[in-house]
């Protein structure tokens, strides 16, 4: 079927409203939602090449590491790495420096991001 100037006008108007809409109140409070400050911090982002060393590594520059853990498909043979992970630092101060200072960072060739880690009761 070929599209005439006044269907393809007629379709774009009608899908081009479909990005102008507002977020509802539910998605909007889930995107503006705070998590309070941790000593774990969530990190996405991360290559299929990252191993817990290396994540410990490159967070252990903004203080004390008591954990770093890349999360991986256990039901993969190989356990390959789902692409995030968590690091956990001793204290407040040095969880907040490893959030700063890692954010938007480059770790094994990708860009990684980082934010406090949300409780686990919440999920």
């Known amino acids: 079927m070929a599209w005439r100037s006044g269907n393809l006008r007629r379709f774009l108007s009608t899908t081009s409203s479909l990005f102008d809409r507002p977020l509802s109140a539910t998605k ?14 969530f990190v996405s982002g991360l290559s299929g090449r990252t191993t817990n060393q290396k994540l410990r590594e490159a967070f252990a520059n903004f203080g ?3 954990q ?12 390959h790495s789902k692409g995030y992970g968590f690091v956990r630092y ?20 990708r860009v990684i991001f980082t934010e406090y880690a949300k409780p686990k009761d919440t999920l």
């Open 90 to 109: 001793s204290n407040l101060e040095d969880a907040e420096k490893g959030m700063e200072g890692m954010d938007g960072q480059f770790l094994d060739g």
């Open 64 to 66: 004390d590491v008591i």
């Open 28 to 41: 909007a409070a889930r995107v503006t939602e705070q998590i309070p400050p941790s000593t774990t911090l």
């Open 68 to 79: 770093a853990k890349v999360v991986t498909d256990r039901s993969s043979l190989s356990s």
